[in-house]
């Protein structure tokens, strides 16, 4: 399903929306779900090549677990000692300093994790994007490394990092400043306090979604695979210049659905 939604954020959509209605009875155009989605890759590359970039993926995963506090360590970084999460298996009333200390060390080491990890990422999001032109360079796990290195050298293994550190870090602090408040003023139980931060975190990650579609978009951007060039994807010079792009468009949700997805005609093409 995450191969499916990572084809649906690079904005290809092989088969083509139907006439159909909305929840609220209004005419619509509807994308194929995400199933329909899978059925389609499995049709092209069978069984098998619906894993493809799964095997980056846990790398990265194995990477992060492993490295992350590593890198923490070796930076001569101090993480606050302090008990995940603060204030929430009792009734006290929620400290600041102790969530001030929570998303400090939840940032640092998020911080972390990322930068071991999203070299793994954006060789899982190429040899995905691989279908759409069936590069064959991206076709193993070796080929796509050596296929990026050789495009963009080091640097290549980070594009997009930028708005993918932005949205996990606006999450990770938006949903620590929210949890006090509510924690503080809203819930004053210890039961109910254990689903305060998740559906915080839904809430946040919702409204960061877009950073993640850039992201992913930027992972490909003007490399050598067709996904990442015209008329597939504009040249972006920047990922401030894509978030533009996205929104301008009305793209920049692409993805956050994947069973209702209502097809929305670029500027581009309704001019």
Sequence with gaps: ?????????????????????????????????????????????????????????VLGLIASNQLSSKVIYAMGIDLPEINDPPNIITDEEPKLEDYVKLGRR????????????YPFQVVSVRMMASFIGKEEDYSSLLGAIMSIYRDD?????????????????TC????????YYVNKYLVKTKDLRYYTVPLLTFVTSTLTYPLVVVSTCMAVAGCSLKAGNPPAMPKYPSW??????????????RGSSLIFRYYIAPIAALQ
């Design 240 to 253: 401030q210049a894509c978030w533009r792009d996205l929104l301008r468009n009305k793209q920049h949700k």
């Design 172 to 179: 990770v602090a938006v949903t620590g400043v929210l949890a």
């Design 153 to 169: 050298g080091i640097r290549g293994f980070y594009h997009g990092i930028i708005p993918k550190l932005l949205g996990d870090l």
């Design 1 to 57: 399903m995450e191969y499916a939604k990572v084809l649906i954020q690079l904005g290809f959509e092989p088969l083509p929306p139907r006439r159909s209605t909305t929840l609220f009875g209004r005419p619509a155009m509807i994308l194929p779900n995400v199933f329909q989605y899978i059925k389609f890759i499995k049709a092209s590359d069978g069984f098998l090549g619906c894993y493809r970039g799964l095997s980056a993926r």
């Design 106 to 117: 939840d940032m640092i080491m998020h911080t972390a994790s990322v930068i071991v990890a």
